[in-house]
């Protein structure tokens, strides 16, 4: 590519390398299109390199140290000679190549897919042209369609900015280097309980500071209760209403019904996210922005300039990399002149907690709220034979319907493998499944899958392994 004041023209342009970015550039040139890729971080944005992957990844080795330990296997009868050890480093370690491996995965597949890429910062100049800094120098790239997937970042609060040593975003957190005795985490998010799950997991003191009552406020209350006291069997101290006052004597002040009090640094905010659109000149492109900071978008991921999508976390649509995916897709498919939507019935979530939660659609509360009269059905694990051989009886399967057409509506899963189970849930509701439909599935047993069909006959009140008044009683 010629450096400098020649302008080199591209047929689509994608702004930013992660799940919204490279997924779309190489949708695109599937479909024939000649793609250049800018990307200002290694290819797999965000997600893959310091927030979702490494979550994931440090979560699973704090699972196995947690459930290595003696006093987790004495009740097998299992028995080890000595107390298990943490070598915090070589886990840090095993993360990043687990990271490393991804990402030079993505980059086989841009390379394969013939994509050229330049790794630097762009912005618009117009509404189709971009200057590009790059490492040896700025270039000036005109392009037929773009596609602006430059995603979003943590945010702080404006008394308690990011310093990397006492405050600590939540991707700071996943890459400290050494573990702290101590440590707190302000949020009641998905982010909030997965790094508190982990960080207590192996060893460290936690303490969750909620701004409100409950932690996932949108989460069914017998979901969240469970999570809640999965936490605390972990040591994890719970404080309801506390809020951030500044930082006094390196000390955080917070605040709650017992007056104010001091919490264990380092502090780690996850109090959301912004787009990271501030720097790309929307305005040259005629692009205004949302209240939020965030690129407006219609179905087909157009901003208001038809030739320019967008898609992933700068929409603030979903920050969930499935979402972004899905929205990658659709716009290659429009800027490539076919016909597709970004409009998912479905929209699983899992949040790896211990035990884990993963849900899809309406919960209780949400869909009457939305106007449905329902019908809900409730399964314990504690009736399910997988899940007592598995020593995980602490959960809960809870299904929502519409009243009357039995059409699901919403299901809740706490429990081991809720993340894998929950697909089951989401296809069942993108293709219009009643309850007994999900009912009418055979399940292996002893299996986990069977709970989501016992919860679809309590909503039935044809529950076998549920004591329950007869059918005869009922009428």
Not at 400 to 424: D, F, K, R, W
Not at 453 to 462: P, W
């Amino acid at each position: 590519m010629v450096v400098g004041d020649v302008t080199t023209a591209v047929d689509v342009l994608v702004l930013g390398g992660g799940p919204g970015g490279y997924v779309s550039a190489i949708r695109a040139a599937q479909l024939g299109r000649s793609v250049e890729l800018v990307l200002a971080e290694p290819p797999g944005g965000t997600c893959l390199n310091k927030g979702c992957i490494p979550l994931k990844a440090l979560g699973t080795a704090a699972r196995r140290y947690a459930e290595a330990r003696p006093e987790a296997l004495a009740a097998l009868g299992i028995k080890m000679a000595g107390p298990v050890s943490l070598d915090f480093a070589t886990m840090q370690g095993w993360k990043e190549g687990v990271v490393k491996k991804l990402s030079n995965g993505v980059q086989q597949l841009l390379n394969g897919n013939k994509i050229e890429q330049l790794i630097g910062r762009g912005w618009f100049i117009s509404p189709n042209e971009i200057r590009v800094e790059a490492e040896y120098g700025v270039h000036r790239i005109s392009f037929e369609r773009c596609v602006i997937a430059v995603g979003a970042e943590s945010v702080s609060l404006p008394e308690l900015p990011f310093d990397g040593k006492n405050l600590l975003s939540p991707e700071m957190a996943l890459a400290l280097a050494e573990l702290p005795p101590a440590i707190s985490i302000f949020g009641d998010d998905y982010i909030a309980l997965e790094l508190a799950t982990i960080f207590a997991r192996i060893g460290v003191a936690v303490t969750l500071l909620l701004p409100g009552e409950t932690p996932l406020p949108d989460v069914e209350v017998a979901a969240v209760r469970l999570v809640q006291a999965g936490l605390r069997k972990l040591g994890v101290q719970m404080i309801s209403g506390a809020r951030p006052l500044g930082l006094a004597e390196a000390k955080l002040v917070y605040k709650n019904a017992k007056g104010e009090q001091l919490s264990p640094l380092p502090l780690v905010l996850s109090v959301g996210t912004k787009a990271r659109t501030v720097d790309l000149e929307l305005d040259a492109a005629k692009i205004k922005l949302d209240a939020n900071g965030f690129i407006p978008v219609n179905a087909s991921q157009q901003t208001a300039r038809p030739h320019i999508f967008a898609a992933g976390d700068c929409t603030g649509q979903a920050n969930l990399a499935s979402d972004a995916i899905k929205q990658a897709k659709v716009a290659a498919e429009n800027l490539s002149g076919r016909k597709a939507q970004y409009a998912p019935q479905a929209r699983p979530q899992v949040i790896y907690t211990a035990p884990e939660l993963a849900r899809v659609g309406y919960s209780t509360e949400a869909a009457i709220q939305a106007g449905y009269k329902v019908v809900t059905g409730r399964f314990q694990l504690g009736a399910n034979g997988r899940a007592l051989t598995l020593g995980a009886d602490m959960g809960v399967v809870l299904t929502v319907a519409e009243e009357g057409s039995e059409i699901l509506l919403g299901l809740t899963y706490v429990g081991p493998g809720a993340g894998e189970l929950i697909g089951e849930a989401a296809l069942a509701l993108e293709m219009g499944a009643t309850l007994t439909d999900l009912s009418e599935i055979l399940h292996p047993h002893p299996g986990l899958g069977e709970a989501l069909g016992e919860s679809a006959d309590a909503a039935l009140n044809q529950a076998i392994h549920l004591l329950a008044a007869p059918l005869a009683a009922r009428k």
